[in-house]
Nanobody, 121 residues
Framework: VQLQASGGGLVQAGGSLRLSCVASGRALGGFALGWFRQAPGKEREFVAARSWSVDSIYYADSVKGRFTISRDYAKSTVFLQMNDLKPEDTAVYYC???????????????WGQGTQVTVSS
C-alpha cells in the first residue's frame, strides 16, 4: 500500500484543517487506516484510526470532539477533519495502514510521508 498525505498548513488557534491520505497499490479491505503525529522532540503519537470496511473508529483522548476521521471508498482516501485547533496540535501528521491494531504505531506497516500542521496562538 502506498499512502500520500496532504492538506497541512498554518492556521490560527481555533481554526480548521482537513488532511487527506490517498491510498493506492492494493485493495483496502481488511485494513485499518490511521493518523499519527510527531512534534519536535516528542515520540510519534496516535491521533485517530478507523477500519476501512466497517465503522470501527478510535480517537486519542486529546482530539476527541475536535477531530473526525472519515473515508471515501470511491477515492480510496481517508480524511482527518481537524476543528478547534490548538497550538499543541502542531506536529507533522502521518497517515498509515495496518492489517491489525489501531493505536500502536508499531503495528502499522505502511506509512505515508508527513504533512506539517502548524497552529499559531
Amino acid at each position: 500500500v502506498q499512502l500520500q498525505a496532504s492538506g497541512g498548513g498554518l492556521v490560527q488557534a481555533g481554526g480548521s484543517l482537513r488532511l487527506s491520505c490517498v491510498a493506492s497499490g492494493r485493495a483496502l479491505g481488511g485494513f485499518a487506516l490511521g493518523w499519527f503525529r510527531q512534534a519536535p522532540g516528542k515520540e510519534r503519537e496516535f491521533v485517530a484510526a478507523r477500519s476501512w470496511s466497517v465503522d470501527s473508529i478510535y480517537y486519542a483522548d486529546s482530539v476527541k470532539g475536535r477531530f473526525t476521521i472519515s473515508r471515501d471508498y470511491a477515492k480510496s482516501t481517508v480524511f482527518l477533519q481537524m476543528n478547534d485547533l490548538k497550538p499543541e496540535d502542531t506536529a507533522v501528521y502521518y497517515c498509515a495502514a495496518t492489517t491489525y491494531g489501531y493505536s500502536d504505531p508499531e503495528r502499522y506497516g505502511y506509512w505515508g510521508q508527513g504533512t506539517q500542521v502548524t497552529v499559531s496562538s
